[in-house]
């Protein structure tokens, strides 16, 4: 019979507590942020960004839901969650900011974007058929289904790596622009500092996570699939 095995929190409650702190820190940031006002809205940050940059045929969409917020490389368009389009805050124009540095990665055609953006399709395989194939095998000690749900997950580890360097240049690039703009002060740097290093913490749990989920299910392969409790 099968239990589940309790190895499983041992390689991934780390990086899961790790996960559940930096959503905490985001929306403390987030809140605080929001309190402090701001020349321009969201929207309008990323605009001037976008056209500082020479990329006016870049469009700004507002988009349901909280924190919502993202570049699509294929339709050449942000798409801001409503509380970031319209807010004046330095949380809007820090998230805004962040998101133009995704469009000015992609004009320039920024490596690990470029890589991250291929690697897309293997990881949505991997987290969705290689999960299934991981459980499978791993519930039935089927070393070839487990090997092949590693193999597919791979995919998902390699995209959240290369995912980091993306994110954390996005935000050096938002950092920059803004106050060469003129967009915030020395002081408001200091609120969108947070607020940016906080979603950062979020992007490094998700790669831990998924890191140690595949080291997880590549011990379970070298030991023959079988649970320390099953029977």
Request: proline share 4%; no cysteine; aromatic share 10%.
């Amino acid at each position: 019979m099968m239990y589940f095995d309790p190895r499983y929190f041992l390689f991934i409650g780390p990086a899961f507590l790790l996960g559940l702190w930096a959503q905490w820190r985001v929306k403390s940031t987030y809140a605080q942020a929001q309190q402090v006002p701001t020349a321009l809205s969201g929207a309008a940050a990323a605009r001037h960004v976008l056209d500082s940059a020479g990329l006016q045929n870049v469009e700004i969409e507002p988009v349901p839901g909280t924190l919502t917020d993202h570049y699509d490389p294929k339709q050449k368009v942000i798409r801001l969650s409503e509380g970031v389009y319209n807010s004046r805050s330095m949380a809007a124009v820090g998230i805004a900011a962040h998101e133009a540095g995704h469009a000015i990665q992609d004009a320039q055609r920024y490596a690990p974007l470029v890589i991250r953006n291929v690697a897309v399709p293997a990881a949505n395989l991997g987290s969705g058929l290689g999960m299934i194939l991981l459980t499978l095998g791993a519930i039935m000690s089927v070393k070839p289904l487990l090997l092949a749900g590693i193999v597919l997950f791979a995919g998902v580890v390699i995209f959240q790596v290369i995912n980091l360097p993306v994110e954390f240049d996005a935000s050096r690039r938002a950092k920059q622009q803004l106050v060469a703009l003129g967009i915030i002060d020395t002081e408001g740097l200091r609120y969108v500092q947070r607020v940016l290093n906080a979603a950062a913490w979020t992007y490094v749990a998700n790669t831990l996570q998924t890191v140690m989920t595949l080291l997880y299910y590549v011990m379970r392969y070298s030991s023959g699939g079988r649970s320390s409790s099953s029977r």
